[in-house]
């Protein structure tokens, strides 16, 4: 089985792909993420709910509130507690990312396990369908082991 906990900190799904030049595809995320340190661990009035909220030694020592709308840049303001920052959110860019490169890399081994797992999946399942009674529960413990 692939060891999975090699790819915590991926950027978060869904991504988006893009072609620009020749050989070039650009990855970025639909997650937003501070414009300056990428950190997703963001406050929008999105997930503020546009209450007011206040941070100990912060840039903002007063309660302030985060605008709903697109600042005029088109983007949307933020506040970013691990660095201190009130500024706008940007889509995070996935090409950055270097355990993003590996998760892509291995994209193949990972979908060949899934398809292995599906197929077992569909055997158990069938062979759940096929058996009624008391040997059921020895049979699927046998396969466990």
């Known amino acids: 089985m692939i060891d999975t906990d090699k790819y ?7 991504w988006i792909v ?8 650009l990855i970025a995320s639909e997650v937003l993420g ?14 503020t709910g546009g209450k007011e909220i206040q941070f100990p030694k912060s840039v903002e020592p007063n309660p302030f509130t985060i605008d709903e709308g697109k600042n005029q840049w088109g ?6 507690p691990s660095c ?5 959110t940007k889509p995070v860019d996935a090409t950055q990312n270097e355990i993003d490169f590996e998760l892509i890399a291995a994209a ?27 040997h059921l529960r020895e049979m699927l413990k046998e396969l466990i082991e």
């Open 8 to 14: 915590e900190g991926h950027t978060p799904a869904p």
């Open 18 to 25: 893009t072609r620009a030049q020749k050989n070039t595809i």
């Open 34 to 47: 501070c414009s300056d340190c990428g950190s997703t661990e963001i406050y929008t009035h999105a997930n």
């Open 75 to 80: 983007d949307y303001d933020m506040y970013c």
């Open 84 to 88: 201190d920052l009130m500024d706008y």
């Open 108 to 134: 193949p081994d990972l979908l060949a396990e899934v398809k292995e797992l599906r197929a077992w999946k569909k055997f158990v399942c069938d062979l759940v369908k096929q058996q009624d009674g008391p």
